[in-house]
Structures are given as C-alpha cells and as structure tokens.
C-alpha cells in the first residue's frame, strides 16, 4: 500500500487550515538605507512570513510570494499567497503593526480555507 506524503507548503496549509496557527502572530524586519518611510522588498516579505509560518507550525519553510513591498506605516496591508506542491493556495494577509525607526513590525494571518489547485482538463 503506498505511502502518501504531504509536502511542505501541503502540511503547512493543512495545519493553517486546521486552526494551528495564531490568528495573527507578529512579526519585525529591518530595512536598509535611511528612507522617510522604511519599505521592506516583497523578497524580504515573502522569505520572513515564510519563516515565520514554518516556525509556528514545525513544518519546512513554505513557498510564499508577495506582490509588492510592504510600506512602514501602520494599518498598511498587502496579501502574501502560500503555494503547495499540488498547486493548491493559502492567502496570507500581512499588516504593518508599528513602525520604530528602519524596523517595521507585523501582523501575519492566513486564510481560514485554502484554494484548491485547478485540475488540468
């Protein structure tokens, strides 16, 4: 009988999904440069909400993309997505918490259901 194994970023939305993680767990990155307003890259975004999940949840670290760069000032909000082996996805909503000087803080929350991955027909 086969072994069916979950992928990472699978067992991550899986645990998401079941209610595993903090509603909203917070998070700080620093910045670089001497900005008005710190910006933290989509790069920088992704790599940290990912970490942040995979800590939270024990599993590997999750593929994350994030669309645009992440403004350091508070209420500022920008939608991450998790994407699993299957295809499947998980939104990840990221808010600007506070800001003290280059160090932007956040709130990260994921979606309650993930999307299922689009059959190939």
Not at 47 to 64: D, E, F, N, R
Not at 96 to 110: L, M
Request: aromatic share 0%.
């Amino acid at each position: 009988m086969p072994i069916t194994r979950l992928s990472a970023a699978a067992s991550i939305a899986s645990a998401l999904a079941a209610g595993v993680l903090l509603v909203g767990c917070s998070v700080s990155a620093s910045t670089h440069g001497a900005e008005s307003t710190p910006k933290l890259s989509a790069d920088k975004l992704a790599t940290t909400v990912a970490k942040k999940l995979a800590a939270t949840t024990g599993q590997p670290t999750p593929h994350i993309t994030c669309p645009e760069d992440l403004v350091g000032k508070v209420g500022t909000t920008t939608r991450c997505k998790l994407t699993a082996d299957d295809g499947s996805t998980l939104g990840v909503s990221v808010t600007v918490s506070s800001v003290e000087g280059s160090q932007i803080n956040f709130n990260v929350k994921a979606d309650d259901t993930p999307t299922p991955a689009r059959s190939a027909n």
